[in-house]
């Protein structure tokens, strides 16, 4: 077949599908779809691929019905066209929902783009798919919506990558309805099932304890561990969650020059903490764990100190300065105290560097010395 005659064969299918009716659709749809998934061998890729344009040119325009029965069709099939799979999974919910749940012929690559675009019910089907990568899992959680979230830990055949179950586990204290499945899967480690045996309820904590053992000894230790932790922030959370999602999203914003102090501004107004610590870390040059002590300390001076390292403009740290005391006391304020922006001025960039270097350098120290001031 040479291309010319394909392109009329294509041209000539559409135009018999626009002119029938719907039953003269349907049927010339199922031909070419039962001629496609042939498992004789008799059309060469070249072919396949050629009626698989077909296919989607003649979908598009198919009543709803029509795409749906095509899709639950094509759901089970391991021989499905590739681009017709792709779009029906794409389309209206009540036509992708077999295929999104059902296929394994739709790489992680286009699901992860359906997650990105498409809708919360979309999500939810791909959840409880009976097979979720890590990366389509982290996908779903990037998604930040509750419910599918909810739905992919219910998942046990979902993959999560450490770095996500401990960012999950972090939420868990935010969001009650995490906990119970969280603790209900078998590859949550121990030591992270502990972490949250201070905000789970009675009944739940009996689960850690029966369902998660180690020894008593050993138990002390944790305890006493995440005790220090939380005295230290008040949600440790958000910590373990910021070296999996903000930090990447603040070097993406860095390598694009868009990590400005504008930037973090507005990060900060719109109550994005761990993004606005990420970005700090990176214009500081320190981790992440020593801007979150500082951000989250009341007292602003450890903030002027780190403002004043990467030559941030007083203007600017007047006004971030501003958002955190008002976050703090939880009272809008115009001022700040005079004796910090003293402070500001009076420290020079390379001792506020030299400083800040060394909360980097002596972290332990430092969440002891926290710990034992509160």
Same mark, same amino acid.
């Given at each position: ?50 009626? $698989? ?12 019905? #029509? ?58 089907? #791909? ?21 599918? #979230? ?25 969001? $009650? ?51 220090? $932790? ?131 350098? $002596? ?12």
């Amino acid at each position: 077949m040479s291309v010319t005659g394909a392109e009329k064969d294509i041209s000539s299918l559409i135009a018999m599908a626009r002119q029938g009716t719907l039953h003269s659709r349907q049927i010339l749809a199922e031909n070419i779809l039962d001629l496609s998934i042939t498992d004789e061998g008799r059309l060469s890729d070249r072919e396949r691929a050629l009626i $698989d344009q077909v296919l989607v040119r003649l979908v598009k325009e198919f009543e709803l019905q #029509i795409r749906q029965k095509l899709a639950g069709k094509l759901a089970d099939s391991p021989v499905a066209p590739k681009g017709l799979l792709e779009m029906l999974a794409n389309d209206e919910i009540e036509v992708a929902r077999p295929v999104l749940q059902r296929s394994k012929l739709l790489s992680d690559e286009t699901l992860i783009e359906i997650v990105r675009q498409r809708t919360k019910e979309h999500l939810l089907c #791909i959840a409880i798919r009976d097979t979720v990568s890590e990366g389509v899992s982290q996908a779903l959680i990037d998604r930040d919506v509750p419910e599918v #979230i909810e739905a992919l830990i219910r998942n046990p055949k979902a993959e999560l990558s450490a770095a996500a179950m401990a960012y999950l586990v972090a939420e868990s204290r935010r969001f $009650d309805q995490f906990q119970e499945p969280l603790l209900r899967r078998t590859d949550l480690p121990s030591n992270l099932a502990h972490s949250m045996f201070w905000w789970v309820s009675a009944a739940l904590r009996n689960q850690i304890l029966t369902e998660h053992p180690i020894k008593e000894h050993e138990l002390d230790m944790a305890l006493e561990s995440v005790t220090s $932790d939380l005295i230290e922030t008040d949600d440790e959370a958000r910590r373990l969650s910021t070296e999996n999602t903000a930090v990447s999203l603040a070097q993406k914003m860095e390598n694009e020059q868009q990590l400005t102090p504008e930037t973090l501004i507005d990060l900060l107004r719109r109550q994005r903490i761990s993004a606005f610590c990420a970005g700090f870390s990176i214009l500081a040059g320190v981790n992440f764990t020593t801007v979150n002590r500082i951000i989250l300390d009341p007292d602003l001076t450890p903030f002027a100190i780190l403002c004043r390292s990467t030559d941030i403009p007083e203007a600017y740290f007047s006004a971030m300065a501003l958002l955190l005391q008002s976050r703090h006391t939880r009272k809008q304020s115009a001022t700040l105290a005079p004796k910090l922006l003293d402070l500001f001025k009076e420290i020079s960039p390379d001792s506020a560097r030299i400083t800040l270097r060394y909360w980097h350098s $002596d972290s332990v120290l430092q969440k002891n010395v926290a710990g034992k001031a509160i």
